[in-house]
């Protein structure tokens, strides 16, 4: 299966790419990784850190698209950048079955809309972490801040397309479904949740269980949260900046408790690893753009080869796996059933 | 000073609230505290603990307003409620400086704006908690939930008066506001914080410094940050969340990890302790209800003995500060400027 990479997207392109890359391809060695960017910083990476040529192939790109371009702009005039080339190899080459980026997430998602195009009936692609929870595996908050503002079918929509993914990455049925909401009973929310509820609770297309509060997000209660690009992307940054917080006070605490505490945080070392492993989401791959016509996974930003070798691989189950015909189909289903002409007047 | 006390309201009530009262008027003894609700089991808790009765009275309550009351149709009817006749007795004896409930947050917010009143020119009251932070002092987060659909002009009262509320607690003089957003950037943002950042940004009369991320809300780069009600409620919650959820995981790995770990965790306990106690901001004190004609405090509903204790300390010192006066003033002074008749028309 052949795989994109923008190799210059990130805050440690392209060597850490670039390593991810070859790990993914000594991993599985069925996969053709092709590494669009600097074409000799690239191959410098590979001949540095002895990393065998197999698997990856190198397209030259002399621009790189930055946090400090704007999107839609950048993908329309940026055309020899790595992530605009990385796109037109995706769409060109048949047997080019995902991309993964981890540059700007607004340059990747402009370029999935503008050149990869929506799903036929999607009326919003949804950008999807999956996080840890306290249970044996995560929870996918959809959408989580590639809509800012939405109406409530596009939720029913991220509701279907979360459940597919779901069903796929976590080998599950039947995925319980959540609202992020402020409150846990029906009536509570603005009027843009209140609306949602109602669409979701009389929907037989997903498995519908509630509104869910943000204490509740990582609780493993539920396997989808639904959101609006702008709340999924508060809750999401405001669980990052917590855990965040806390690990710094706690190292803050050992540094300035004395002999003891260092000895202490010695012994725990294994336990905080766990704990920091597990809470950062990024390590064990990379956010998926659900709704567009092939897969594409945004690695984070500061992604080092662990992540990115992990994103390459996931990208490379959803596609086996074919999440876009399932969304497709999921989608279709939906469309011509009776609640979803309800939905559209919304 | 004369503090009513809901001593209904709340998981723990009466004990923990009798005895946080109890604690209070130990602490200052010019506190004269008024605790509202059954008068027998009030006392019974009093006697049991040898609590000295001095600067404690209680007037019987029959009745009590529970989380699942609708919270504006028990204001309305549950006459003979704790919450109600505190509220009555708060807006009726003029030595009744604030008022202190754990009760539902609904019927106290309901309560606060019917039986209350809003101070004049303000569009909503706002409930404003006070979150830890990394630096020195805490940040003000308003509104938490009071208002689930905002319009610009509502977030800039807000910042106004969260502004006032943080000179008085934290003793500084110019606080940094943020506007809770999707990114830093000025153009980000749904519609309704993109007009906010335009109002906010546009005024001189508070000290806006831009737009800040769910992630850096603890950072102690802000004193004080406004959104409306639902997004500051996803921002608390999932803070709240994401502790809890981290210190499971580590009691878990603890459990799980043999007897080093134990050892460890033993020897970390005080640092564990202090990390707990400083995330837990319910214990510090409770939320204010800002932009009402009086000082009204909301403890969380599992409040203890220390944290209502903590906060009656915190009401008087409001009513001391005459923080209502001071939001008078600094709201009136803003509607007569120019970019209030903007703000309005938005």
Do not use: W
């Not at 702009?73 to 079955?97: C, P």
């Not at 004395?258 to 294994?270: F, T």
């Amino acid at each position: 299966m052949k795989i994109v990479v923008d190799a210059m997207g990130g805050d440690l392109a392209p060597e850490q790419i670039v390593l991810g890359a070859a790990d993914a391809v000594k991993a599985d060695n069925s996969l053709e990784i092709v590494l669009v960017g600097a074409k000799e910083r690239i191959e410098d990476v590979i001949k540095a850190n002895g990393c065998s040529a197999d698997g990856l192939s190198v397209v030259d790109a002399a621009d790189v698209i930055t946090n400090d371009d704007s999107p839609t702009m950048a993908i329309k005039t940026k055309k020899e950048s790595s992530l605009v080339k990385a796109f037109d190899i995706l769409m060109h080459d048949e047997d080019a079955a995902a991309m993964v980026s981890a540059g700007s997430t607004g340059a990747v998602l402009a370029g999935s809309v503008m050149k990869v195009r929506r799903i036929k009936g999607v009326s919003r692609p949804a950008l999807a972490p999956i996080l840890p929870t306290l249970k044996e595996h995560g929870v996918v908050l959809c959408d989580c801040g590639a809509n800012v503002d939405c109406k409530p079918l596009y939720l029913m929509h991220f509701a279907i397309m979360a459940s597919g993914y779901a069903q796929l990455m976590f080998g599950i049925q039947n995925p319980r479904v959540g609202l992020l909401n402020n409150g846990v009973e029906e009536h509570k929310g603005n009027e843009q949740t209140k609306q949602a509820f109602e669409l979701l609770s009389g929907s037989d297309a997903i498995n519908f269980v509630g509104n869910c509060e943000a204490r509740d997000i990582l609780s493993g209660n539920f396997d989808v949260v639904v959101a609006d690009g702008f709340n999924g992307n508060i809750a999401l940054k405001s669980a990052e900046g917590t855990a965040e917080a806390m690990l710094k006070l706690i190292k803050d605490g050992v540094y300035s408790g004395g002999l003891k505490s260092k000895i202490g945080a010695l012994m725990l070392k294994g336990v905080f690893a766990d704990v920091k492993h597990k809470m950062d989401y990024n390590s064990n791959g990379g956010a998926c753009f659900l709704g567009v016509g092939k897969v594409i996974v945004k690695s984070h930003g500061a992604s080092k080869r662990k992540s990115i070798c992990a994103s390459i691989l996931q990208a490379q189950e959803l596609a086996q796996k074919d999440i876009c015909k399932k969304i497709s189909e999921d989608i279709s289903k939906y469309t011509e059933t009776a609640d979803a002409v309800a939905g559209s007047d919304q």
